[in-house]
Every structure is written in C-alpha cells, then in structure tokens.
Nanobody, 126 residues
C-alpha cells in the first residue's frame, strides 16, 4: 500500500513563497517512483504543475510556473518538495502530490500517476 501525504500549504501574500512537502511511503521503494505535483482551482480541471524523474536527474514544469517553482526530492527522506516563489493570486488552488509507477517516466498526465495525496490548500492574496 502506498501512502502520499502533502503538507505546507497556507495563506500567503502575492510575491511571497511557500514550500510544499510530500511524504510518501510504501513498496517498492520511494526512489523508484516518478513524482508529480498538480493543482486544482475551484471550477477548473486538475492541471499539471511539475514532475521529477525517479532518479531526480530530470524535471518538467508547466509554463505558468517555470522559473518560479522548483521541484526536488530527497530519496533518503522519502519526500518530494515544491518550492514556490513569486506567488500570484492565480496560483491559488488545492495542490496534490502524486506518485507514479516504479521506474515509470515523469509525465504531465494525471493518468500516469497511481497514488495521490489528499491535497493541501494554497491561497495567494493580492
């Protein structure tokens, strides 16, 4: 059984920063899973934010966050992070962490991720 738990959301003013964390556990080892961050604002579909390969040597970002957000992972701690800088009101959403299939490719498609967290709310005020 794989469990994924996000934390670190909150309320921040525009221009501020937040760091989201995602702790994952289960088998096979966390280090074999590609990991992704998605977000969903009210009335919108879930959208891709960032992804990182299981080996941490390759990342991908949505155009809307490129240059402002950074995804990283610490396989020793079974944790993936999303550092969010220069936040804007349109970044307001519930952010979800997801784990892909072992040794799978990182992907922008939610269908490629097998396990999801419950989400953490990020609210950016103007």
């Amino acid at each position: 059984q794989v469990q994924v738990v996000e934390s670190g959301g909150g309320l921040v003013q525009a221009g501020g920063s937040l760091r989201l964390s995602c702790a994952a556990s289960g088998r096979p080892a966390f280090s074999t899973w590609p990991m992704g961050w998605f977000r969903q604002a009210p009335g919108n579909e879930r959208e891709f934010v960032a992804a990182i390969r299981w080996s941490a040597d390759n990342t991908d970002y949505a155009d809307s966050v490129k240059g402002r957000f950074t995804i990283s992972r610490d396989n020793a701690k079974n944790t993936v992070y999303l550092q969010m800088n220069s936040l804007r009101p349109d970044d307001t959403a519930v952010y979800y962490c997801a784990a892909g299939r072992p040794f799978g490719a990182k992907s922008r498609s939610p269908d490629e991720y097998a396990y999801w967290g419950q989400g953490t709310q990020v609210t950016v005020s103007s």
